[in-house]
Nanobody
Framework: VQLQASGGGSVPPGGSLRLSCAAS????????IGWFRRAPGKEREGVSC????????YYADSVKGRFTISRDNVENTFYLEMNNLKPEDTAVYYC?????????????????WGQGTLVTVSS
């Protein structure tokens, strides 16, 4: 699976962005999907994932209520809708597929990674 992330940019605090991840080479409906981020000087963090096995969705505590993950299996694309963005959301965001996402828990090892898209939240 090849993944192409897009949609990053620079927004003020309180703003919104929608990240997209277009998949090619395989059918997205066959895979768990997810998003990671790496902020400057910080460890990589799992932000959200959606499981095809039990239908559950995971969100990191830091983004609950603000971010929404979704998928369009017809378009073979998935998304991360980000609202009420905060400066601490500034990071490079990576889309991923084919990894552990079950019972509301997100693992760290995903087989396929997009190239990353930069989100900057600053006034």
């Amino acid at each position: 699976v090849q993944l192409q992330a897009s949609g990053g940019g620079s927004v003020p605090p309180g703003g919104s962005l929608r990240l997209s991840c277009a998949a090619s080479g395989s059918t997205l409906a066959d895979y768990n999907i997810g998003w990671f981020r790496r902020a400057p000087g910080k460890e990589r963090e799992g932000v959200s994932c959606n499981s095809i096995h039990d239908g559950t969705t995971y969100y990191a505590d830091s983004v609950k209520g603000r971010f929404t993950i979704s998928r369009d299996n017809v378009e073979n694309t998935f998304y991360l809708e980000m609202n009420n963005l905060k400066p601490e959301d500034t990071a490079v965001y990576y889309c991923v597929t084919d990894g552990p996402c079950l019972l509301g828990v997100m693992g760290n090892v995903f087989d396929h990674w997009g190239q990353g898209t930069l989100v900057t939240v600053s006034s």
